[in-house]
């Protein structure tokens, strides 16, 4: 629990040790920022619940986590809901809800650990850009952007992924591959069921005449649905390159099929008849004058080097040879 | 038959013996929930009907089930058809007509037996939360809740049963395989047809300003509604999945009929030229010199192993062999 | 060309010999329903038109069959087109084209012979239910409804088919099977083209604040609807159904393929090394000690059984017999 | 350049032999309908467009051909682009582009030659149903509806077409069969780009509230419209059988690999284990007693007939014979 | 960093050392137009972007190019972003911001060098057309012309690589050509996406009753917009052609694997039978009567021959012979 309270020229940061030491900060201050941490502490949120008038199904909303993105507006605060992104090797998201009062914001965070506002508390702090002058919709919108920018580089990093798996699927294509596509094609669409609302929201906050966002606020507000849409823009791209993909992984092991079968085809197609021509001069027929012939056997020997030289000059031509 | 007759301060329970036993309860209690298990009794159903103004062609709706839920406002009630699942091996749906008036709610389900609603009753008995306290709505909000909240499970099983497959369709791919995974989409696209128009009922309970619902119950249709757009977003999750399921299946059975072909491919290349050389020591030519060589035997089958051995090198260069 | 004219207590059912003896009945009841079987008399349909006052554009669409259902709203009635299904083998539809107007109800249908309105004569014949007391609107209700009504037997007849096609599709697919399910196919999506213009009609019916039909009546015309909707869900089901039989089809064809190839390879592999070996002891060189060996014939069949014996093992194992 | 100018008396019709002969014809007749056919003549179609005053863009719209259909409202007259479909082997197209004003209908088309208006003039001159009494709204509404009906033959001509191609696809499936469905499926759709359009732009004049077409004309437009949405069925219906030919085509050309190793499969089995048989009786063994019995011969060649029947047997309890 | 300034009599056009230059241009022309090439000098962006009171965050997305297409009001300008589609044999595209005020346009081009605006530079200078008595809205109108006329060419280089790759799948397809459908596809993706939102900044443009465009002007942007649903068009029918060649692609990889199983059937099954009674013959059985006759190995060998031509036959008449 970690509390953040300014003004244009006051600032004052601490953590807090237990629910109720946020009381003198309330009503003080132009913008209190509450953020807690890790949703282990139920009674406390239950108490913060009480002191900034908060209806019991939103707080139930912050503790059952896996909600959509959503903005609902209540009387007295927003209450929106966002899915961040957690760094790491598996794709993994955290929610985070959020109530937009008239001089507070109370932010919840499904687990302890780095976010990725740092660099807004740090603005606060250090009283850099407009932040510390503006009023707690500002922070919402800086929140809300650190939460939709941080989407960019797991895009990019699944874009590597994608490169990666199109040099296999073209240089040698194995069994694993098909998963690794559908993995991949699983991970976008998880992110697209997380951007889609997103970006719903995003605009509803820009529709909506709501009082708790004034309207040089939805200019920036504005920019931050851009950057939902250029994700999404993104996702399908991805998507129709994975998609894309897997029909070059089924059709190279079409064609793999092919290769092999025309192996069997010339193999069989070159030993066939000579072993066929052996077969003939291996007959123990009485009156079989071709085996007395002095030149018999190199003759035989000479037509099945030629046959074999035909086929293969044949398959040259259809251009199974390689 | 099941009557439950409340107010903030007291509380009637009673099975009816007949449809006219009802008589004492109406318009004395603020809210007064009749439930009728199973359309078995049409003549009952008819006078419950009456004695409550319902309009005849609701009452079909009723007696004849699989209807599509839906929310019909009427002048005096609500009319409100849900399919609730029913527990067991086989996806069951049960429907679930519920009228609610200014001072009560009419429930039928079609099949007599085990519903989802033992938890609401005992609240409303041991008088817990706020349910004695609010009207009919609050009660018909508890109603469809429990009606939704029963999805969860369902899909649950599902989930499990689709990486049951995935198991299945990556190890040993069966005939049976494919059928299970048409099984389990048919399932889901039963599921998604029974909650799409579930969502839109609820979405239209919150819309309409209709005088049966206050606005504070509004806001837990809400948690309802976004109960219903979870479901659905996890259906279409679960569809992607058995989707992905069925082309790795159709892939892998592909792969196989490769595997297949490149045995056949191996054993013929190596075993046709050495059958075609030992065909050629088998011709009865009388002027054939290797035959009276001493090392002839020998040497032949040294360049059958040799040839033997290169073929091998070629298809475990070329990754054949495993 | 037919005439029943009713109203609460009187009633009069009459065959016309020809259209001007339709003049006593103009304007006298309450309702006059005329109703045209087959549409071979255009002289006597553009007197009918003339005397109701129909514009010739509609009446053209009456004649012009393989119109759209549509509604068509006109100063002095209500223009209404469906598509009546016929029984029988084949898929075959039949236009209804009514005309709703103050006191009338004029229905127009393309061919002779049976329709699905019997039970609605029957009941205003003997004054069952509220008919015989409502306006024409009741009674156009009461027609569309039967129109719709008519198309659930018809699906069911394809659910059947649909399981029939299903269990060839498993035990033994042929040929034919393909074609079965494309005609399938087919007609669902003509049927869906029937119903989903109907759906609209219908809807269109239901909101527009047209004189011709009072609200009573539109509280009925709300349950067509409905079973419109249904007809419309149980024909997406059997589509999806048509395209999951279409894929286990194919699917089936390639897994019957992969069966003769396994038996092709299993044959060749057991045999070619075994016909190698008899080729080795076939060939001529005078050097062959093996060839004077006692024991050699039987050391040579011996082995070639643990060579065959050992193949099958290894098939065995891997799944391929059986 | 052709003129026809008329009212309900009187009539005049005049091929014009320069733009400025127009002159004596403007803002003297109820109705005037100068149609330029082929766009050879640019400079007289700019001076027309400054007689009617018609808007540069427009005019560049008409020369500039390959317009999406369209309506487009301007002060003075509405502009209109249509594309017809000419008649012959190939699917072509022609713009038609007409100006409706007050008292004028301009139109364009872009190929000189035969045009699907011949109907129409007939009727103006021979005073022919209501179009003499009628206004320029009335002739634009015959011109589009012959636009519009002439899409019916060639509709037709491609479902004669699809049949045609639906038997080489049953009978004998060629390489070119493939070609030949997707020409016709670009060909629909190319005409569906055309007509879906066309769809909007009739609806938009029955929408709108625009001062050149009176109430009346536009009930004869929504007839129009209706047949333009049965053209886009028509279209539908035929893509997809269109796609269903296309798998139909697929899967044969599978049944056929099928076939054909199955043969390979069949000749292989039977004759592999015969073989090998015979290579056995070819070794040279010294000590083989069966080559000593007189009967030894016959007992092989007995049950190498076993062996082939067997075979057969088992291939014919398979169903692969035929 | 290039500025034209101009009224319908006076024009002047420079090229800045530095942004300071501007300043006495500043609201003393009816038009200002400053085009500013390539986005490296950051610091005079900035000022350009105060001394026109430009929003921080339009210039921020002026900067971070890869914006979608979009028309963004503001109270004193509006914000365009168009994807200017460069030349070259890649897919590439350059982002055009434009500012359109009372009495100004700014233009940012992503990169220096060529742009598409060299006609209309050309006309200003010449006093061409209408431009030089137009406002700023007409310049606007020109440069989003030239952009979107600018498609076209591109469109007609995928039709035209199209139609190479066609003669390739269908003459003698390879590997690549797979590859080379998928790259096509991707870009007709990417320009779709630049296009669509395109085609709604216009049609948003077409809507809004903004100031900044006067009626006379929008007609003109109808025209564009227009253009852009042409591209629209042309895009889709280009990328169902690509996915028509990816068909016909696979379906020609069956189609050869056919052709090569059917030779190693044809050669398996004629060879098959002859070897074998070449077997048959070779056997070492003593008593073989045939061994002795004197016209043995002829009637074997003509046998054989009438073996071979009846296999022959029997291809033939099955089609399987070319």
Redesign the interface.
Known sequence: MHVMAYGPAEFVEQELPSADAIGPFLDKWPVLWLNVDGLGDVEAIRKFGEMFGI?P?AL??VINV???P?V?PYDKYLFIVMQMLLAGEMLDTEQLSLFLGGNFVLTFQEQPGGDCFAQIRDRIRKNHGRIRAAGPDYLTYSLLDAVVDNYFPVLERYGERLEDVEQEV?T?PR?ET??RI?DI??DL??LR?AVWPMREALNSLLREDNPFIIRDTR??L??CY?HS??II?IL??DR??AF?L??????S??????E??????I???I??????I???????????P????????PL??GSMAVIAAGMLHYFHRK??LG
Chains 1, 2, 3, 4, 5 share one sequence.
């Open positions: 209806h199904l139930e909303d896996h909600q959509r959503k609902e073209v040698k069994r098909l998963a559908h094609k699983r669409l998880t069921r200019t920036y504005r920019d851009d849409v250029r823009d399908e791209m129709e390159t894309g897997l029909e070059t992984y089924l059709s092991v079409s064609n793999r099929m092919n092999v079968i025309k192996v069997l085809t193999i069989t197609t030993f066939m008849p000579l072993t066929f052996a077969g003939i001069y291996g007959m123990n027929f009485n009156h079989m071709e085996l007395n012939w002095p030149w018999g056997y035989v020997m251009g199974w």
